[in-house]
DNA sequence: CCCTGTAATGTAGCACGCTATATATTATAG
DNA sequence: CTATAATATATAGCGTGCTACATTACAGGG
């Protein structure tokens, strides 16, 4: 069991989760709201809350918590698209966009520390075994 | 951020989550559950409360729900150690040990699953990526 | 035009992580 | 022997994941 691959995937994810959160905290930030900051960055600021459940493959009611949180935090705000009132548009406030660059920079330096015993060649070979595994659980 | 090794980690830990629990819920256990049901087994039967919580390096209230549960659900039954009372001292029922061949094989396949388009050295190389990656986590 | 189906969102309730705080017990220093 | 520190467990409260079910809005066929 200790030499189960999906254990030590779970001690990583937990563990990184730990770091990125406390790192984070200061801003009033998760690791999961950087992911939709990035992501609604990325896209010019703006997207469906579908979008979002498509980008982070979570289940869409773990994505009416993340969004309600960080409207409740000021990172975002929402509203009915008049073009089709089942969409909810949800876009970056002024805030959340002064937080872009500092959420780059952060989860830079836990990949970095993550991967520093690694070479580049063997990063690039971690990522293609990670990427089979994906196939694996999503062709099964 | 797609290609985050941080974020394929996590993916790949929420999906396999998604897949061992659906699995396993006919029998009332959950991923986590059937870690300390491994952890026990292999002990012999019976651990401390603080020695499953650093088998599985989770915070402690974590592993008072788990146990709880797993108590609740008739796998588990505990005591205090009246040789030191600070002791939780946790047993496997008989209804758990009976579980335990099924656990095993449940997550050898998910195991096999997961890393059925890599090759044994492959599967090698990756453990002891992940090996260096846990260390770098511990190390800073 | 209505009826049925699909799509997007929401709510309830749970499991499992966490931190912060409290309590009980044992160990140790003075 | 007593005061203090350390150890093990518990509780409260939160974030993020899930399933199951409900609601609302649009789309298409009859």
Same mark, same amino acid.
């Given at each position: 069991? %200790?030499?189960?691959?999906?254990?030590?995937?779970?001690?990583? +994810?937990?563990?990184? #989760?730990?770091? =990125?959160? #406390?790192?984070?905290?200061?801003?009033?930030?998760?690791?999961?709201?950087?992911?939709?900051?990035?992501?609604?960055? *990325?896209?010019?600021?703006? *997207?469906?809350?579908?979008?979002?459940? &498509?980008?982070?493959? /979570? *289940?869409?009611? +773990? /994505? /009416?918590?993340?969004?309600? !949180?960080?409207?409740? %935090?000021?990172?975002?705000? =929402?509203?009915? &698209?008049?073009?089709? !009132?089942?969409? #909810?548009?949800?876009?970056? +406030?002024?805030? =959340?966009?002064?937080? /872009?660059?500092?959420?780059?920079?952060?989860?830079?330096?836990?990949?970095?520390?993550?991967?520093?015993?690694?070479?580049?060649?063997?990063?690039?070979?971690? !990522?293609?075994?990670?990427?089979?595994?994906?196939? %694996?659980?999503?062709?099964?």
């Amino acid at each position: 069991m %200790n030499q189960d691959i999906g254990y030590k995937l779970k001690l990583i +994810t937990d563990k990184l #989760k730990v770091r =990125a959160d #406390k790192d984070l905290k200061q801003h009033g930030l998760t690791l999961s709201q950087t992911r939709v900051l990035y992501f609604l960055s *990325a896209k010019g600021g703006e *997207a469906t809350q579908k979008e979002i459940e &498509d980008y982070l493959q /979570v *289940a869409h009611p +773990t /994505v /009416v918590g993340i969004v309600s !949180r960080m409207i409740r %935090n000021g990172f975002l705000e =929402a509203w009915l &698209d008049p073009e089709n !009132r089942r969409n #909810k548009v949800v876009r970056l +406030t002024e805030k =959340a966009h002064q937080f /872009v660059k500092m959420m780059t920079v952060v989860s830079g330096e836990h990949e970095r520390m993550l991967l520093r015993s690694l070479s580049p060649s063997e990063v690039c070979e971690l !990522r293609r075994m990670l990427d089979l595994i994906l196939e %694996n659980l999503e062709r099964s």
